[in-house]
C-alpha cells in the first residue's frame, strides 16, 4: 500500500471523528431529550438510511440496490453493530454526562484490539495489552460517580456503544469486498425499525417538536456524513488503528459543550475528569509505542 494512501486515509478518518464529534452539542439542544430517546433515534436512523441511499443512488444509479444482495454476514453484522452503538450511544448521552458518555467510547481501539485478534487473528502487542489495563482503570474511576443518577445506566450504554461500534469496524475489515455503504443503511434502518417497536410497545407517539425532529435529522447527517468517510477508508488501515484515529470524536464531544460559546456549559465532574485523564493516557501510550502509521503501510 502507498504512503500517500495511507496518509489520506489518516485524515480522512481524523475528519470522520470530528463530524461525529458534534452529535452531543446536538443533543444537548434538544428540548427534554432524555424523554424522547426512541423518537429521536427513529428520526436519526431513517435520515441515516435515506441520506445512504440518496448518495449510493447518485454514485452508482439504480443498480445500487444490487447491494443489498451483496451484503452478506460480514455486511449483516457490521450493520446490527452500528446499529446497536447508534441507539446505546443515544441512551447513554441523554441519561449522562457527555464527559462520561464520550470516554467510554475512548475505549474503542482497545475493544477493537481485542476483536481482531479473535475475528481477524490480528495480534494484539505488549503495548496495547498494557493499554487496555489501564484504560480499564480509567473506567473503573469514572464509574464512582455511578451513585449520580442515571450515570451508571449512561456509563454501562456508552461502553455498550463503544462494543458496538468496534464490532463494525472489524466487520468492515473481514471482508473488504462487503459493500461498505449498505452496511451503514442497514444499521440506520435497525435503529428505526427498533425505535417504531419500543414506541408502539410503550404506546407512546412517534411524532415530536418541528426543532427536536430537524435537531435529529441534523445530527443523521452528521452521522453518515462521517461514516461515508470512515467507511471510504477502512480498507486501508487496520481495526485498531481506524477506532484511535477516530478518537477526535471523543475529544471534539466534549469540548464543544463545554465551550462557553456554544450555550451549554457542561463542565464534567472531578471523579470523570480523572478517569478521563486515565484514559487519554492510555490513548497517548498506544499511540508513543506504536510503529509510526506512515512506515508500516509505506512499505
Not at 452496511?183 to 417538536?209: P, R
Request: aromatic letters at 14%; proline letters at 2%.
Amino acid at each position: 500500500m502507498s504512503k500517500d494512501r495511507a496518509a489520506s486515509a489518516i485524515v480522512v478518518v481524523l475528519i470522520a471523528g470530528l463530524f461525529w464529534s458534534f452529535g452531543p452539542l446536538v443533543v444537548r439542544n434538544i428540548d427534554n431529550a432524555q424523554l424522547i430517546p426512541w423518537q429521536y433515534l427513529f428520526f436519526r436512523g431513517s435520515v441515516i438510511f435515506l441520506v445512504l441511499n440518496i448518495y449510493l443512488f447518485l454514485v452508482e444509479g439504480i443498480k445500487f440496490t444490487d447491494n443489498y444482495n451483496r451484503i452478506g454476514l460480514s455486511g449483516f453484522i457490521g450493520g446490527i453493530s452500528l446499529g446497536i452503538a447508534n441507539i446505546s450511544f443515544i441512551l447513554s448521552i441523554t441519561s449522562t454526562t457527555a464527559a462520561i458518555t464520550m470516554m467510554m467510547l475512548a475505549t474503542q481501539p482497545f475493544v477493537a484490539a481485542i476483536l481482531a485478534y479473535v475475528f481477524l487473528k490480528e495480534k494484539i502487542s505488549k503495548t496495547t495489552l498494557i493499554a487496555i489495563t489501564v484504560a480499564a482503570g480509567g473506567i473503573i474511576f469514572m464509574s464512582f460517580d455511578s451513585k449520580m443518577e442515571g450515570t451508571l445506566f449512561g456509563l454501562l450504554n456508552g461502553l455498550l456503544s463503544s462494543l458496538g461500534f468496534a464490532g463494525f469496524t472489524v466487520s468492515l475489515r473481514w471482508r473488504k469486498k462487503t459493500p461498505k455503504f449498505t452496511t451503514v443503511a442497514i444499521a440506520g434502518i435497525f435503529c428505526s425499525i427498533v425505535a417504531i417497536l419500543v414506541l408502539i410497545f410503550n404506546e407512546s407517539s412517534i411524532l415530536i417538536s418541528l426543532k427536536n425532529s430537524s435537531l435529529s435529522a441534523l445530527h443523521g447527517f452528521l452521522v453518515c456524513s462521517g461514516l461515508i468517510l470512515y467507511s471510504s477508508r477502512s480498507r486501508y488501515l487496520p481495526a485498531t488503528d481506524l477506532t484511535l484515529l477516530s478518537l477526535t470524536e471523543v475529544l471534539g464531544g466534549i469540548f464543544w459543550v463545554w465551550l462557553p460559546l456554544f450555550g451549554i456549559n457542561e463542565i464534567p465532574s472531578t471523579n470523570s475528569l480523572i478517569g478521563g485523564v486515565i484514559i487519554t493516557f492510555a490513548i497517548i501510550f498506544y499511540g508513543l509505542n506504536t510503529k509510526s502509521f506512515m512506515f508500516r503501510y509505506a512499505r
